[in-house]
């Protein structure tokens, strides 16, 4: 058995936690395998709506696995809060939950050393979600960082407090406060002690094993593959692999056993944070997509940018990500606009081209537009592709024609329910 892998095309955003909530009973064990509580992915059911950072989005629906692999870092102040959140709604987190012992720890200071970092940059700013994510990612392939493992060592404060301690020196140097430490202390050995109540696993171990014992395995990617910190618009990304090869490194799976990969993208493009955005829309028109769509960010609450869709970019993650199945989100938002727009190529350095380039920051990318007629109907009255407006089903033929991938399912609304199933095959 081959795991499967779910991942965003663009600059995060694009609607995965519902995606993967809706294949869900389709698999035995969902795993989320880089980022951490930078994270937001959002899904809605039966009128009540949840977020997860750091939990696999499959937690809702009943007798599946949930793992937090190697590749994630962990919060325990967000996480236990998170767990919290969900003992709320009667999910047994206990038997449902799993964490892998190679997980690194956010420590307080690592979020103290994010703040402080972003606060020297001044306005050359990344547009950090201020969670730590990136320091700790820094001691984790600096060879300093704490793992989840290390909870179960009886060294384990002795361990803390040594990295704290060096921490606390640099923080001393960049004269950031660090008053509030005593106190975010309490919390997060408060988490700690929570954590050690989930069962801890051999992640590599348990999902290979699970695999060659037939069961279905979903890889769960957080942020979208724009932001990757190898082939995304650097230096404005995350700071671990969201494209489908830190599936291998986040999970301990081999590239021989990956197997379908869902490229999840919104009908149009948001970005939130710092950052080239070749589309982005500055008039009524990106107001009105960003007040449809409700684009405020999941997990830091602030308003994404809004643009037209990207095809040179998006051509990128799915060549990146070698996607076997496209869905797309929102395309609801976009009923009652009468022209829609879709960037075909750039003008790059005196030329024109039709892929992503090494520098868009500073070279700039102006946008070459191609225009479609728009669709007044709502999307998510409708059961049937077939019944469909044909405006629309020309703006979804144009894609898969463009980045040669099918479009396998649209989804029209926020709830799991308003989705639109094009090949039954993915969810069986």
């Given at each position: 058995?081959?795991?499967?892998?779910?991942?965003?095309?663009?600059?995060?955003?694009?609607?995965?936690?519902?995606?993967?909530?809706?294949?869900?009973?389709?698999?035995?064990?969902?795993?989320?395998?880089?980022?951490?509580?930078?994270?937001?992915?959002?899904?809605?059911?039966?009128?009540?709506?949840?977020?997860?950072?750091?939990?696999?989005?499959?937690?809702?629906?009943?007798?599946?696995?949930?793992?937090?692999?190697?590749?994630?870092?962990?919060?325990?102040?967000?996480?236990?809060?998170?767990?919290?959140?969900?003992?709320?709604?009667?999910?047994?987190?206990?038997?449902?939950?799993?964490?892998?012992?190679?997980?690194?720890?956010?420590?307080?200071?690592?979020?103290?050393?994010?703040?402080?970092?972003?606060?020297?940059?001044?306005?050359?700013?990344?547009?950090?979600?201020?969670?730590?994510?990136?320091?700790?990612?820094?001691?984790?392939?600096?060879?300093?960082?704490?793992?989840?493992?290390?909870?179960?060592?009886d060294n384990f404060k002795t361990l803390y407090e040594q990295l704290r301690n060096k921490h606390y020196e640099m923080l001393k140097k960049m004269e950031f406060d660090t008053s509030e430490l005593p106190k975010m202390e309490?919390?997060?050995?408060?988490?700690?002690?929570?954590?050690?109540?989930?069962?801890?696993?051999?992640?590599?171990?348990?999902?290979?094993?699970?695999?060659?014992?037939?069961?279905?395995?979903?890889?769960?990617?957080?942020?979208?593959?724009?932001?990757?910190?190898?082939?995304g618009s650097y230096p404005y990304v995350t700071s671990s692999n969201t494209i489908c090869a830190g599936s291998c490194t986040g999970l301990g799976v081999p590239p021989s056993k990956i197997g379908d990969v869902f490229g999840?993208?919104?009908?149009?493009?948001?970005?939130?944070?710092?950052?080239?955005?070749?589309?982005?829309?500055?008039n009524d028109t990106g107001k009105e997509i960003a007040k449809i769509g409700n684009e405020f960010g999941a997990t830091t609450g602030r308003p994404r940018r809004c643009g037209w869709l990207d095809i040179p970019a998006l051509?990128?993650?799915?060549?990146?990500?070698?996607?076997?199945?496209?869905?797309?989100?929102?395309?609801?938002?976009?009923?009652?606009?009468?022209?829609?727009?879709?960037?075909?190529?750039?003008?790059?350095?005196?030329?024109?081209?039709?892929?992503?380039?090494?520098?868009?920051?500073?070279?700039?990318?102006?946008?070459?537009?191609?225009?479609?007629?728009?669709?007044?109907?709502?999307?998510?009255?409708?059961?049937?592709?077939?019944?469909?407006?044909?405006?629309?089903?020309?703006?979804?033929?144009?894609?898969?024609?463009?980045?040669?991938?099918?479009?396998?399912?649209?989804?029209?609304?926020?709830?799991?329910?308003?989705?639109?199933?094009?090949?039954?095959?993915?969810?069986?």
């Amino acid at each position: 058995m081959k795991a499967d892998v779910l991942l965003g095309l663009q600059w995060g955003d694009e609607g995965k936690g519902k995606v993967v909530d809706v294949l869900t009973p389709k698999y035995d064990i969902i795993a989320r395998f880089q980022g951490g509580p930078n994270a937001g992915h959002t899904l809605e059911f039966e009128g009540i709506k949840h977020v997860l950072h750091t939990i696999p989005s499959g937690i809702f629906r009943s007798n599946k696995q949930n793992v937090v692999g190697n590749g994630v870092v962990i919060d325990p102040i967000i996480f236990k809060k998170e767990i919290d959140a969900l003992q709320v709604h009667q999910v047994d987190v206990h038997a449902a939950l799993k964490l892998s012992r190679k997980a690194h720890l956010i420590l307080p200071t690592h979020r103290m050393l994010d703040a402080a970092s972003e606060q020297a940059k001044g306005t050359k700013k990344i547009g950090s979600t201020l969670k730590g994510i990136g320091p700790t990612y820094m001691d984790k392939t600096g060879r300093n960082g704490l793992r989840i493992g290390d909870t179960e060592n009886d060294n384990f404060k002795t361990l803390y407090e040594q990295l704290r301690n060096k921490h606390y020196e640099m923080l001393k140097k960049m004269e950031f406060d660090t008053s509030e430490l005593p106190k975010m202390e309490k919390e997060w050995f408060n988490g700690i002690d929570f954590i050690k109540t989930i069962q801890l696993i051999d992640s590599e171990h348990y999902i290979n094993n699970s695999l060659n014992a037939g069961q279905r395995v979903l890889a769960e990617g957080a942020q979208g593959s724009m932001l990757d910190i190898d082939f995304g618009s650097y230096p404005y990304v995350t700071s671990s692999n969201t494209i489908c090869a830190g599936s291998c490194t986040g999970l301990g799976v081999p590239p021989s056993k990956i197997g379908d990969v869902f490229g999840i993208f919104k009908a149009y493009c948001t970005r939130v944070g710092s950052g080239p955005f070749p589309t982005e829309l500055f008039n009524d028109t990106g107001k009105e997509i960003a007040k449809i769509g409700n684009e405020f960010g999941a997990t830091t609450g602030r308003p994404r940018r809004c643009g037209w869709l990207d095809i040179p970019a998006l051509k990128y993650a799915v060549m990146l990500n070698g996607v076997t199945h496209l869905i797309m989100t929102k395309a609801d938002v976009l009923s009652g606009f009468k022209e829609i727009q879709v960037c075909t190529h750039y003008k790059y350095r005196g030329e024109v081209i039709d892929f992503f380039p090494y520098d868009i920051q500073n070279f700039g990318a102006e946008p070459i537009f191609k225009k479609f007629k728009g669709w007044g109907e709502d999307l998510r009255t409708l059961k049937s592709y077939e019944d469909f407006p044909e405006s629309f089903k020309i703006y979804v033929s144009f894609l898969e024609k463009e980045l040669g991938v099918p479009i396998t399912m649209i989804s029209t609304g926020p709830d799991r329910k308003d989705t639109l199933v094009r090949d039954e095959a993915i969810l069986n």
